[in-house]
């Protein structure tokens, strides 16, 4: 684990702007347990030091509107995402997992990678994902996950994508990027 990576994360969650208090509660969670795990001496981006860790989700833009996949054990669609990897950044993770799940050669759309949303939520199996969500560029490129992953990946237009979102947060960003991306909404 390194501090600077840790000093680096939360100065990029401080710096981001929220966007509503649910928004809010998430970043002083992610703040306070960070804090937590890295008193007790624990790594806040490995799953297996700590129930509470640091994920990293993709939300994937082009002219097609944004992606989406029907999460194969949760059975809604979300944004691609997941675990960080040792000695993984969570922006790196972003961008690792969205290009395993999607099958598209995403890229960020800024540098640094843009944060978007930071979300504090129940992962299953009794862990609490502290997810960091940011900004990918998938072109125009069609989705090919590969066999392991699921093969529900599609693009949607920014109001079918709101419409479609496996929860009320994911939703509500989809639709403030979708003001910011297209005309649509």
């Known amino acids: 684990m390194s501090q600077a990576l840790i000093d680096q994360v939360l100065a990029a969650v401080n710096a981001h702007p929220v966007a509503d208090t649910d928004e809010e509660r998430s970043v002083a969670t992610l703040i306070a347990e960070v804090d937590r795990i890295r008193r007790a001496g624990g790594n806040p981006f490995d799953e297996r030091s700590d129930l509470v860790h640091i994920t990293g989700s993709a939300i994937v833009i082009g002219p097609r509107g944004t ?13 691609p995402g997941g675990h960080v990897d040792p000695g993984e950044s969570p922006w790196d993770a972003a961008l690792r997992e969205a290009r395993e799940e999607t099958g598209i050669d995403v890229r960020f759309t800024n540098d640094p990678p843009r944060l978007v949303h930071v979300d504090a939520h129940q992962g299953g199996r009794g862990h609490t994902h502290l997810d960091l969500r ?35 947060r994911l939703a509500a960003l989809l639709a403030r990027l979708g003001q910011e991306f297209s005309s649509e909404v």
């Open 67 to 79: 992606v989406l996949l029907k999460h194969k054990r949760l059975g809604m669609w979300l944004q």
């Open 134 to 168: 940011y900004l990918l560029d998938g072109g125009d490129a069609d989705p090919a996950p590969p066999s392991d992953e699921s093969q529900r990946v599609e693009w949607f237009g920014w109001v079918a994508a709101v419409k479609r979102a496996g929860d009320e």
